[in-house]
Structure formats: C-alpha cells, structure tokens
C-alpha cells in the first residue's frame, strides 16, 4: 500500500459514504482547499488503483468543535504537514509534489503521485508523493474541454499559492527539533505548467517579490506553456526565487502538444521546443532534450485510441527519463548525469536511449 497526500480546490461530495471530489470548484469558490491522504496499491507495472481516500477534518466548516473529534483527528492542512513531516524525518524521504495536467479526475491524479513517488524512489532516497489536483474535467479533444481545463486551472492559481503559503507558515512555526533535514520537489506536468505560473503571480505578490526557496528541484515535464514562459518578464520568469534548480523536460514530438499549437492556436509550447531563448535564461534553468526517449516503454491508457497522446507521458513511462530524474533528486549536478550528452549549439542536453549507450 503506497500512502499520498493531497491539496485540492475540487467540490467534495460523497459516494458510497466516501469522500468524493468532483471536476467544479468547492461551493464555486476556487480558493477553498480540502487536505488529506490516500491509501493507493500498486497492482503490475504502472497500474495504480487509488483504495481509499482519507479526509483532513475542516477547522473552518460552520459547527466545527475540535474536542468533539477522536483522539489521533487530524485537522486541516496543519494536520496533514505534520503526518508529512514525520513519514519525512522517520524515514529520511523526499516529497515530491506534483500538479498534473489537464483530462486528469481525481482518482487519476492520486493515481500519478503514487507511481512518481515510487518510480523517482531510489535506494538511497524515498521520495513521498503529494498531488495538489485541480479540478480538470476536459481532455486534448474536443476543443471547448480543453479550454474548459485551461480556465480551470488559471484560476486555480491562487489556491495553489495559498497551498505554498500554509505549507511556508507550518515550517516557519516548526521547533529546530521538528526539522526533518528532507528537501521538497516539485513536478509540473502539461496543463500543469499554465496552473504553475498563475500561481506564482499569486506567491510573488503574497510575499512583496520576495519568496523563500521551498523547493529544491523544479520539474517541468511536456510543458503545457508558451515558450517564452521562462524569460524575465514570463509567466514563469521568477520561477528560480522559490526553488534551488528547474530541469525542463521537452521533445519536439510531442503529439499533445502538436495539438495544442495547431487546434487551440496557442504560440510554441515550452515542452515542444524549449524555450524561445536560450541567452535569456537563469542559470538555475537546465534543458534536458526528450526526443530519442519519448516513446514509452511500458503500457498506456493512450496506446491504440485515436489520438495516441502517449508520448505526453514520457515522464513517468520512460525508462531513461525516471533514471535521468532519479540522479537529479539524488543530488547529481546537470553536467554529471549519466546517459545524457550536451549538444552545444542548443546548449541542451539529450537523453540517450539506453540501447545507443557505451556498454549496451
């Protein structure tokens, strides 16, 4: 049984008796978040089936009366950090927290932060997963879906940057002794990417330009954004203030995002091309060149439907690329990792199947 953990803005009903979270905002108000936990199991392969969902009790639902709670409750996002926090110190882990893209449910971004969390995992590192899920409810196809996800998830900007300030409070509140000593990552995948840099308007304004550096290592995976998105005056221009290194992750044959260009008129996208200009990046910014790597190596839900958008998922069901990420998360600098070479003129670096490296 793999355990994760989850912010969300979705609506909350219940099915079953069970904790249910649907594909609108909560009470149609984008701001308000619900915390918890999942219980997931790993069935083969990548096959994640989520089989129960905990929730966080509310402190701010109208009734609320603590003492009225068991013993061991947990409450709110501050009760859900500290279960994190101590998986974290007990076991020496990571947290690798992902925003999924969009045609995502629920269930199925619980699903992808269990497998990262164990895919990412090394033997030296644990990584524990986390989803903030906003409520995308549309697919690549058709068109007014993927616009619906689109407007979703800007305007889940601010709940993920209020996601970021509750957890910087909880730390900032931690006695020295409570410090687990584990550093926070963070994966930004397709559609993901657009919800991200609304949220970070949100977090520079939250903190007068002036952000801590909650995370360690940024992943944006087949970014779902323009591909000026990291230049100064960008959607993610400020991208380095809250983080130590962001590793783009891109492949020009990228069919999801063949489509998004083409059908949903949108300029070049970060996770096709890279970004627009190189000369105009942080120095924290690494390009790591998907294209020889994207096709998976294990089975997809994509494989055999009209519209094969599997090569959008190499992230998690590419070999190469989870080893590539695992030497990161391991503290591996971008010039040290095995299996890439640098290609200078794109001042890129290119993943090299396994089958054309030395020694195969």
């Known amino acids: 049984m793999i355990r994760v953990y989850y912010a969300t803005n979705r609506d909350l009903t219940e099915s079953d008796g069970k904790p249910f979270f649907g594909t609108g905002f909560q009470n149609d108000w984008p701001n308000n978040l619900r915390f918890g936990w999942a219980d997931v199991i790993q069935k083969t392969g990548d096959d994640y089936t989520v ?15 603590p003492t009225a709670l068991p013993d061991g409750a947990v409450i709110g996002s501050r009760g859900t950090f500290e279960l994190i926090r101590q998986e974290m110190q007990s076991g020496a882990c990571d947290v690798i927290c992902l925003i999924h893209g969009y045609a995502s449910d629920f269930e199925t971004a619980l699903a992808r932060a269990a497998e990262i969390s164990v895919d990412y995992s090394t033997q030296s590192k644990r990584m524990i997963g986390f989803v903030f ?9 058709p068109l007014l879906d993927y616009y619906s996800d689109r407007d979703d998830a800007k305007t889940s900007g601010f709940a993920i940057g209020r996601a970021f300030q509750l957890l910087t409070q909880f730390l900032k509140e931690l006695k020295d002794s409570s410090y687990c000593q584990q550093s926070i990552h963070l994966v930004a995948h397709s559609m993901g990417n657009w919800a991200l840099g ?7 304004e939250l903190y007068n330009g002036k952000p801590p550096r909650l995370f360690d290592q940024v992943f944006l995976m087949a970014a779902d954004a323009d591909n000026d998105a990291l230049e ?16 783009v992750y891109f492949s020009r044959d990228d069919r999801a995002l063949m489509i998004s260009d083409i059908t949903k008129f949108n300029p070049d996208r970060l ?6 200009r190189r000369d105009y990046l942080n120095r ?10 994207d096709q998976p190596d294990r089975t997809s839900e994509e494989e055999g439907k009209q519209w094969d958008l599997s090569v959008h998922q190499y992230y998690r069901l590419r070999r190469e690329v989870i080893e590539d990420v695992q030497q990161i998360l391991s503290g591996v600098s971008p010039a040290d990792v095995s299996g890439r070479r640098f290609v200078s003129d794109d001042r890129s670096y290119q993943i090299v199947p396994f089958s054309g490296r030395s020694g195969s």
């Open 51 to 65: 089989h129960a969902v905990h929730l966080a009790e509310d402190p701010k639902s109208p009734g609320f009366d």
């Open 271 to 276: 996770g096709a091309t890279g970004p627009k």
């Open 232 to 247: 100064e005056d960008g959607r993610l221009g400020r991208l380095h203030q809250i983080c130590n290194g962001i590793n």
């Open 198 to 204: 609304n949220a970070l308007d949100d977090i520079i």
């Open 133 to 141: 899920s906003w409520p995308s409810n549309g697919s690549m196809i």
């Open 284 to 293: 924290k910014v690494s390009l790591i060149d998907c294209r020889h790597v």
